[in-house]
């Protein structure tokens, strides 16, 4: 079956533009994932969505990026003003509803490429 | 909080030799623990995963870790290593609870020479 998808693969944007980031999760899967991987500090999660509880945003860098996920499925992460410290592989992951006791394999899409000049 | 060191950044390798990535974790609760590869261009894949039970995991690819609670380690190894192989290796650990996001080392490159 179809894997985690995001679009687009690659975006190029100047300092201070807002970007949007998107994320299609494998069909049936209620976690959603947002991780950020950048040479200077490796991959790092950003914020985590469940069913219809309140994500864990905890990983956020700072209130210019926010995401959210529409009737539990497609993902959008959105960085405002950006700056050249976003610029990183913004990757997707999902999951089968995690519980505690079990856990299953986050799956991961190939990511977007952000780029900020 | 979890962290995960990953000692070696880049492990140059023979064709056919075998080859260990090393993976230690710092934790004040017990954690999972994960090893994911990337291959260029490509996202992340999972190889292992141990949970709980025996402490050798056996993965894709004919990759096999050990978890180690003593030493906090969690060791990938494979006895033979084929030009396939070159990749990105990362480990992670997560909590057995709650979200369980991921935390990754910062990986390891491995380069298998012919």
């Known amino acids: 079956g179809a894997g985690v998808s995001q679009s687009p693969s690659n975006k190029v944007t100047e300092k201070g533009k807002d970007v949007e980031l998107r994320c299609d999760p494998i069909?049936?899967?209620?976690?959603l994932y947002w991780y950020r991987q950048s040479l200077g500090q490796g991959l790092e999660f950003l914020i985590y969505f469940q069913g219809n509880s309140a994500p864990d945003k905890s990983g956020l860098p700072s209130d210019r990026f926010s995401a959210e996920r529409t009737g539990g499925s497609v993902s959008t992460l959105t960085i405002q003003r950006t700056q050249q410290e976003d610029s990183a592989v913004y990757l997707c992951?999902?999951?089968?509803?995690?519980?505690?006791?079990?856990?299953?394999?986050?799956?991961f899409g190939p990511g977007t490429r952000l780029t900020v000049t | 909080a979890q962290s995960v060191t990953q000692l070696d950044s880049q492990v140059p390798v023979f064709e056919e030799a075998p080859v260990e990535l090393r993976c230690n974790y710092s934790?004040?609760?017990?954690?999972?623990l994960f090893w994911y590869v990337q291959y260029p261009n490509q996202g992340l894949q999972l190889l292992l995963k141990?949970?709980?039970?025996?402490?050798l995991v056996k993965g894709i690819n004919g990759f096999e870790a050990e978890f180690n609670k003593s030493q906090t380690s969690f060791h990938l190894r494979k006895p033979s290593v084929h030009i396939s192989d070159t990749a990105e290796y990362f480990c992670?650990?997560?909590?057995?609870?709650?979200?369980?996001?991921?935390?990754f080392g910062q990986g390891t490159r491995l380069t298998i020479n012919p």
């Open positions: 141990y949970l709980s039970g025996s402490t």
């Open positions: 992951a999902s999951s089968l509803e995690g519980w505690a006791g079990a856990t299953y394999e986050q799956y």
């Open positions: 992670a650990v997560s909590e057995p609870q709650g979200a369980q996001k991921l935390v």
């Open positions: 069909s049936g899967h209620t976690a």
């Open positions: 934790s004040s609760v017990s954690v999972y």
